[in-house]
């Protein structure tokens, strides 16, 4: 491996300083002159007509300055989905911006722009709209049934895709086990639980041109969506690249109806429009889908699968949104391709109900899958008496294998199995009991779950963008300035990319600074998601840098007298190889930068044209390729048989992700996926009403997640490095597999401590003490 | 009906016209124009909007500013600015304990008040203390590596 | 959100002027203490047509006052404040309150008041348990002058308070108790700043032969429209020694005294079988004190 002297740091984020102040970068500090509030009014009903609306009495309001009603709004029906363009062809254009037809409770039907955000909602209730109900559906099975009202006119059954994948000779397969084993795991809806709101300032000008500031992981997403819906090319949309955003976990990953409501008000007013979300209206925008998942497995007595056969079913909620690729991205990385088998069949399906819509959250469907998987590979183990280290690696790849998704490419670095023996020698997973068999009220136990097939970025899926580019500018001081569209959500995308930038350019990390872009000035970049950053986006910025410093040897090699390849940098400074002879990368940018002709004390000084000009490295392209970490988690925990509460003792977390660029950063990813996975696993779940469809948790002390206290434990972070030769230093991708693994570690930790297999999330204490017979 | 109120906010007064509605959260940030105090939920259930009144730990998303005549209000700007972090500042910056950075204000006032105690924090303590402080992205293991730093250091 | 319909926030400076100000504003008045609940009671659509706010900190409702005949805690005294004062600290007859304001955020604590959250009469909260072990009486003025009711009385249903039009709470009395006695709360909550899914708060004094006297069991949560004591467990203790065998048929007594609800955080039955094992719980930790 490489050396290196910034890549592998724990450098300190750059953006850390601003934010114990303050953090002034936060799109929802955006303010503008003249800035108007609006209000969406939301339906209250899941499935109904809208009649008629009058809306004269709020538009009499003092203060209200314009209204917005479905006729005022382009019927252009689009998907909301950043990462795909809007017509992809495997996503499915079923949204409109504003409809007078309500699929979900809480769609918005109208909006008001007024001077303050109490006015504009005081004016929600002066909107009068007839409402005709229509009868509703809450379950996939009863939206698939007969006599289901049907929700979209292109969808027969509210089936709005199902996907069928086939390898090998299922019959055969399972003709050939030694055993064969069923199940139906469930897992429910929860939230991304982002921080920050969702928000967002639209200005336009006379000639409506569009300037959007929004917490959003997509800049040129948010651009092209926008256009599309509005009508408009994209070259009369800005989008500008916020600092930083609080928290998005693919939550922010989609157009909402915010940006384009409060665009198409700027319009019609001239003024900049700003909406804030409030937290309920957070809850009710996007979730992660919940997926019921039937399994059906086939394994020889020493445990090698001989067939697999599973069926997913997604409710994706009014509109499929993101349900189109959760359901392929579930299929083929959370359920078929994890683990090797030659006879595999499985069927998905994304059904439509009058539920809320689905978004993108970490993990992306894989959750759902090892949620399955990894269950029940712990429920044979169980029943054959096999070792749960032993029976994944019969069935795991290896390294050098072709990549089971992109067989173009090569598993070139796959450390699974010195993953699951460190991990399980660290936790000490040979003295798990028997299960349910200690003694006492307090029980412990240990499981292990597994994410053995992951991606860095989406190069090779179909539809989905894939490339990066930077910008890279030298400074006379030798700073370098960064500019690329990659949005930091604070997964620490601003410090990785510097880090990386900064070891090709030969600066410390301080040295290169993330400075403004918006769609205007930068390259394209496909978003932050998919634990693409440091592998896709790092590659650009390496190579980006790698021009800039060629750029500079350049004008080395005419100040120092010397042939480029006799140069290099290191410490901020080009060396002539072999030598003490140097200059400073900040004199190399002066000179570059200077007058083309300097007078000195001897009179005027030669100089050449080719030394002229500000140091410049620009870079946009995909990535080589699409390497496969690997995440196995053992979780230690307690169940009291009394409460059925779950308390967690320790995490052990072992994780390939080739050359870590910054490992408090990474740690920092491994101990808040836990925090999302274990919340996943144990607490959070957003309900309705199973009536009218109203959300039941849409506040904090409703909606469940784990807090500190609840976090007491340690969790140990251990990085197997490999040298991935497709990565920028040797770095693959990070942060879904965190949030992956908890679940199904958890829920095989309880069923050691308790003997009691649950295959519902949450795993609730009345979930366990029913379970155990004490309800 | 508004009514003007005057407060003390980060050592200096400031004389507000308020609605009766309005929260201290609205008027920092809105009228004060000091926006590291943040809203991350409608019902004082997140801890971001977490600032000092009268020397005490409050979600400033309950108080209304009405209430707040002749009171001492100090938020994350009333820390020490400047080149020079506070100590619990720089504490936060150097464990790693910052990711979106949304949730970090609110923490650090909440374990301002932690530290103002006399004796040494244990790890229950620090986590029981910052409890009404949700963080998405950490899973808090660098904050209360954070506090600790800082408590061991005064 | 109707907080916005609100057009007047009065810090009336005596007992006269709020009165007068809720007679004025009858219905369309909301009193506020601490505050800290009312957002989350408007969020669910609990606060409708309210004209007036009336801010009750000038009325001097501050006094923690011990003598011999108990504990006065003005309605404006902070859960810090009372959780810092010297008796809750010390007294095992206060256990329950000590532990009870264990569970609240710091946030809450330092803004969240006795007086408030009494008047709240939300099922869900901690103190109204914890008291209602401890026989506290509601102090209360109104036009009429003052009175006393037993909390019991206060607590009437599902944010339904015994308080009559004009009148607002003054203060908590806590009377003294026999020797050997103590009182301990625990509260079963889904993570550490939630609402209770069942609350038990026990008291029990032991006579010179070591049995029980005069035991309380409060419970609350979902189990009812309100906290409330089982009488059916009070019984089975009364001049009992403890054993797990009186353990078992308490826990059993006290899920007969309740009708636990379902919802979206809990089962009824949960409820109930929470509620059993929380009565062990707390009495074993109340004579651990003794």
Redesign the interface.
């Known amino acids: 491996m490489t050396n290196t002297s910034v890549v592998g740091k724990s450098v300190l984020r750059p953006d850390a300083f601003e934010k114990v102040r303050g953090g002034k970068g936060f799109p929802v500090n955006v303010s503008l002159p003249g800035m108007l509030h609006a209000k969406l009014l939301r339906s209250p009903y899941p499935h109904a007509r809208v009649v008629s609306i009058d809306a004269s009495a709020a538009e009499a309001l003092p203060g209200v300055k314009a209204v917005l009603l479905p006729k005022d709004v382009p019927q252009i029906k689009f998907c909301p989905v950043f990462f795909v363009p809007t017509l992809a062809p495997s996503m499915i254009q079923d949204m409109l911006v504003m409809s007078d037809t309500v699929r979900y409770a809480g769609q918005p039907v109208a909006a008001v722009a007024a001077t303050s955000a109490e006015i504009a909602e005081q004016a929600l209730e002066f909107i009068e709209v007839e409402y005709e109900e229509l009868p509703t559906v809450f379950t996939t099975e009863a939206a698939m049934g007969e006599g289901a009202p049907q929700l979209h006119a292109d969808a027969p059954n509210n089936i709005a895709k199902n996907p069928v994948f086939e390898f090998g000779d299922l019959e055969a397969g399972f003709a050939d086990a030694d055993h064969i084993f069923e199940g139906t795991y469930k897992t429910q809806r929860v939230h991304t639980c982002y921080m920050e709101p969702r928000v967002c300032v639209v200005d336009s000008d006379a000639d409506g041109r569009l300037t959007v500031h929004s917490s959003m992981q997509h800049m040129f997403g948010l651009r092209e969506k926008l256009a599309f819906v509005l009508d408009l090319p994209e070259s009369m949309v800005k989008v500008v690249k916020p600092p930083y955003i609080g928290g998005g976990f693919g939550g922010k990953l989609d157009m909402g109806y915010i940006e384009p409501v409060a665009a198409l008000l700027s319009l019609k007013t001239g003024r900049p429009v700003r909406i804030e979300q409030t937290r309920y209206e957070d809850f009710i925008t996007t979730t992660r889908n919940p997926i019921e998942v039937y399994l059906k497995t086939g394994v020889k007595s020493d445990g090698t699968f001989t067939a697999r056969y599973a069926r997913s079913t997604l409710d994706c909620g009014a509109h499929a949104t993101h349900g189109a690729e959760v359901i392929m991205v579930h299929g083929m990385f959370g359920i078929l391709l994890p683990y090797r088998c030659a006879n595999q069949t499985w069927e998905g399906r994304t059904v439509y109900t009058n539920n809320m819509i689905g978004g993108g959250y970490r993990g992306y469907g894989s959750p759902q899958g090892a949620f399955a998987v990894e269950s029940q590979i712990d429920e044979i183990c169980e029943a054959l008496n096999l070792d749960p280290i032993e029976f994944r690696l019969k069935n795991a790849h290896q390294q050098g294998d072709p990549h089971p998704f992109n067989p173009e490419f090569t598993l070139s670095t796959y450390r699974f199995e010195d993953c699951l023996k460190t991990g399980a020698e660290r936790i000490d997973f040979a003295r798990r009991a028997a299960a349910g068999s200690t003694e006492g009220v307090r029980k412990r136990g240990i499981g292990l779950g597994c994410q053995a097939l992951w991606v860095s970025g989406c190069m090779g899926f179909p539809d989905i963008y894939e490339h990066s580019g930077a910008i890279i500018k030298l400074n006379p001081d030798g700073t370098a300035n960064l500019s690329n569209a990659t949005v930091d959500m604070g997964s620490g995308q601003i410090t990785t990319l510097c880090q990386i930038a900064a070891e090709e350019l030969g600066l410390r990390a301080d040295q290169v600074r993330m400075t403004y872009a918006d769609s205007e000035t930068v390259p394209f970049d496909a978003p932050s998601h998919a634990s693409r950053v440091t592998y896709s986006a790092g590659t650009a910025v390496k190579a980006a840098a790698a021009n800039a410093k060629q750029r500079v040897l350049e004008v080395a090699a005419v100040m120092l007298e010397e042939g480029v390849d006799n140069l290099e940098v290191r410490d901020g400074h080009v060396h002539v190889k072999g030598s003490e002879r140097k200059l400073s990368i900040a004199e190399v940018a002066t000179r570059a930068e200077s007058p083309f002709v300097q007078m000195t004390a001897e009179g005027p000084k030669p100089t050449t044209i080719g030394e002229k000009g500000t140091i410049l490295g620009v870079s946009s392209m995909a990535p080589p390729s699409n390497p496969s970490p690997a995440s196995v988690e053992f979780v230690e925990v307690e169940v009291d048989t009394e409460t059925g509460e779950v308390s967690i003792l320790r995490v052990v977390f072992a994780h390939d992700i080739g050359k870590v660029i910054n490992p408090s950063a990474a740690e920092g990813q491994v101990e808040g996926g836990f925090q999302q996975g274990m919340g996943y696993a144990l607490m959070e779940n957003i309900q309705f009403d199973q009536e009218t469809g109203a959300c039941l948790t849409s506040d904090f002390l409703d909606y469940k997640m784990p807090t500190a206290v609840e976090m007491n434990f340690p969790i140990e972070s251990i990085f197997i490095e490999s040298d991935e030769p497709t990565g920028p230093f040797g770095a693959k991708s990070l942060s879904e597999p965190c949030t992956t693994v908890p679940a199904p570690a958890i829920a095989n930790a309880i069923y050691n401590a308790v003997g009691v297999r649950i295959r519902e999330l949450p795993i609730t204490p009345e979930k366990i003490l029913a379970a155990l017979g004490k309800l | 009906m508004k009514k003007t109120i005057t407060l003390q906010i980060n050592g200096k007064q400031h004389e507000i016209a308020v609605e009766p509605y309005e929260t201290l959260l609205q008027i920092l940030r809105n009228q004060a124009h000091l926006r590291g105090t943040k809203r991350g939920c409608d019902s004082g259930g997140c801890g971001c909007c977490t600032v000092h009144l009268d020397g005490r730990a409050v979600y400033s998303c309950m108080i209304f500013a009405s209430s707040l005549q002749g009171r001492k209000v100090t938020t994350i700007e009333g820390l020490p600015q400047g080149k020079e972090l506070d100590p619990l500042q720089a504490a936060f910056v150097e464990a790693g304990a910052v990711q979106c950075g949304y949730c970090t204000c609110g923490i650090i006032m909440t374990a301002k008040e932690l530290l103002a105690g006399n004796e040494p924090l244990d790890e229950t303590q620090i986590r029981h203390g910052i409890a009404g402080n949700l963080c998405r992205c950490t899973g808090y293991t660098k904050i209360v590596d954070a506090i600790k730093i800082a408590d061991a250091s005064r | ?1 109707s ?7 009065f ?1 009336p400076n005596g007992n006269q002027e709020l009165l007068e100000l809720l007679d004025r504003y009858g219905a369309g008045a909301l009193i ?1 203490a601490g ?2 609940f ?3 009671l ?2 669910r659509g609990l606060l409708l047509g309210i004209e ?2 009336i ?1 009750i ?1 000038n009325l001097g409702l501050k006094q923690l006052t011990s003598d011999d005949d108990g504990l006065t805690i003005g309605a404006m005294v902070t859960f ?1 404040e009372l959780v810092q004062s010297e008796e809750v600290r010390s007294s095992a007859v206060l256990g329950a309150v000590r532990d009870a304001l ?1 569970y ?5 604590r ?2 969240a008041t006795v007086g408030g959250n009494i008047a709240a009469a939300c099922p869900y909260f901690d103190l109204p348990t914890a008291f209602l072990a401890l026989d506290a009486e509601v102090q209360v003025q109104g036009s009429g002058g003052a009175r006393n009711l037993a909390l019991h009385e206060m607590l009437v249903g599902l944010f339904q308070n015994g308080l009559e039009a004009g009148e607002f709470v003054t203060g908590l009395f806590l009377p003294r108790a026999p020797v050997r006695t103590a009182s301990a709360f625990i509260k ?1 909550e ?6 209770a899914i069942v609350n038990v708060a026990v008291r029990v004094s032991l006579d010179s032969a070591g049995s029980c006297q005069d035991a309380r069991v409060a419970i609350g949560g979902g189990v009812a429209e309100t906290s409330v004591r089982s009488s059916a467990a009070e019984s089975v203790l009364q001049g009992e020694k403890v054993s797990d065998d009186l353990l078992q048929r308490v826990g059993e007594a006290v899920q007969s005294d309740l009708q636990p609800m379902s919802d ?4 009824a ?2 409820r109930s ?2 509620a059993k ?1 929380l009565t062990q719980r707390a009495l074993r930790r109340a004579l651990g004190r003794l």
Do not use: C, F, K, W
């Open positions: 959100m907080l916005t319909s609100a057009t007047e926030y810090t506020v505050g800290s009312v957002h989350g408007d969020a007036a706010l801010d900190r810090t264990e609240p955020p710091l946030q809450i330092n803004v079963l889904s993570n550490a700043n939630d609402l979206h955080r809990a089962s039955a949960y079988a929470m094992t």
